[in-house]
């Protein structure tokens, strides 16, 4: 009973963790929000505008942290895996993997896994 009590009191965030087993069960946020906030505002709208186009994000374009930006950025990390089946992995563990998924949303090298620009294999 107890762990049924701890697992209802973790939330939405930890279940999300628990059922993509592909990413690192211990998610750095600090790290993902750290690098975000980095980018300059055109990039960080860019990677809200990525994320949009995917169909994870779907409030304000306007550069923010917040609650939607974050769980769109776990989101489309998942996604990427699921889609490349598993070519694409993100690891939002370590600061250095956290670094390649943001700029690789920023510079759109994820759009064919995201939004499917061509590059996605429909039959593999």
Known sequence: MKRRHFITG????????AS????QAQMRIDILRQRFE????SDRRKVQT???YAGLYNAAIDGSYGPGTERALVAGARYLEDNSRGRVRVDLAAAAGVNAYVTGLVNGS????LYGEGGECDGC
């Open 38 to 41: 980095m980018l300059p505002a």
């Open 50 to 52: 990525e994320l949009s």
């Open 10 to 17: 973790l939330g939405a965030a930890a279940l999300t963790i």
């Open 110 to 113: 994820y759009a064919a896994w």
């Open 20 to 23: 993509a087993p592909a990413l």
